[in-house]
């Protein structure tokens, strides 16, 4: 099943998610959302803006728990929210949540799907607040590496591969990257 916003909005209360995440995944569906619509209108795509939009707002439904259970769980959040979605039926979006964190089996060359929009959006937004991919990588290496070398490495070859899914993206799309703050703007007005 592919949840309704407004039922995504009541799982993101069911599971109490916090304002700041809730708040954060509102964001990261508004930058799906516009990705997704762009190129949909291309006519080349075919892609589920439900799904994308449903993906985009319970990607961080399983932080919660993982912010309960500490740090070492809270990296694992991707996989507890795909956990959350399967126990509620949400199959359809279990593997865009899953995959949030870390893209399994990116091509560059392939299909642009579901999954992709909605792991560069999540890249795109630091708390409520559409940032650049260098920026993004910044606040993950001071939040989450902690001066680990091995983790630090982990997530600057991530934030590559999701520079390598802005690309391609992209390639498809009549506005680049930085625009995206001005047209939710303008979205909200």
Same mark, same amino acid.
């Given at each position: 099943?592919?949840?309704?916003?407004?039922?995504?909005?009541?799982?993101?209360?069911?599971?109490?998610?916090?304002?700041?995440?809730?708040?954060?995944?509102?964001?990261?569906?508004?930058?799906?959302?516009?990705?997704?619509?762009?190129?949909?209108?291309?006519?080349?795509?075919?892609?589920?803006?439900?799904?994308?939009?449903?993906?985009?707002?319970?990607?961080?439904?399983?932080?919660?728990?993982?912010?309960?259970?500490?740090?070492?769980?809270?990296?694992?959040?991707?996989?507890?929210?795909?956990?959350?979605?399967?126990?509620? @039926?949400?199959?359809?979006? %279990?593997?865009?949540? +899953?995959?949030?964190?870390?893209?399994?089996? *990116? $091509? /560059?060359?392939?299909?642009?799907?579901?999954?992709?929009?909605?792991?560069?959006?999540?890249?795109?937004?630091?708390?409520?607040?559409?940032?650049?991919?260098?920026?993004?990588?910044?606040?993950?290496?001071?939040?989450?590496?902690?001066?680990?070398?091995?983790?630090?490495?982990?997530?600057?070859? @991530?934030?590559?591969?999701? %520079?390598?899914?802005? +690309?391609?993206?992209?390639?498809?799309?009549? *506005? $680049? /990257?930085?625009?995206?703050?001005?047209?939710?703007?303008?979205?909200?007005?």
């Amino acid at each position: 099943m592919i949840p309704t916003i407004e039922q995504c909005l009541e799982f993101m209360t069911q599971y109490e998610m916090p304002e700041n995440i809730k708040n954060h995944s509102i964001m990261v569906e508004k930058i799906a959302r516009i990705i997704t619509c762009h190129l949909k209108d291309s006519g080349a795509f075919h892609l589920s803006l439900e799904r994308i939009s449903a993906g985009a707002l319970l990607h961080d439904i399983g932080k919660t728990r993982g912010l309960d259970e500490g740090e070492t769980y809270a990296w694992n959040h991707a996989d507890m929210g795909k956990v959350i979605c399967l126990e509620n @039926n949400l199959d359809e979006i %279990a593997d865009i949540v +899953k995959e949030h964190v870390r893209l399994e089996n *990116f $091509d /560059p060359d392939g299909d642009i799907n579901e999954r992709e929009i909605v792991y560069y959006a999540d890249k795109r937004v630091t708390h409520e607040r559409i940032v650049d991919l260098e920026e993004r990588t910044e606040y993950l290496l001071d939040h989450y590496a902690k001066k680990d070398k091995i983790r630090a490495k982990m997530i600057k070859e @991530n934030m590559a591969i999701c %520079a390598r899914v802005e +690309k391609k993206l992209f390639a498809h799309l009549r *506005f $680049d /990257p930085h625009e995206i703050a001005s047209m939710i703007d303008r979205m909200d007005k």
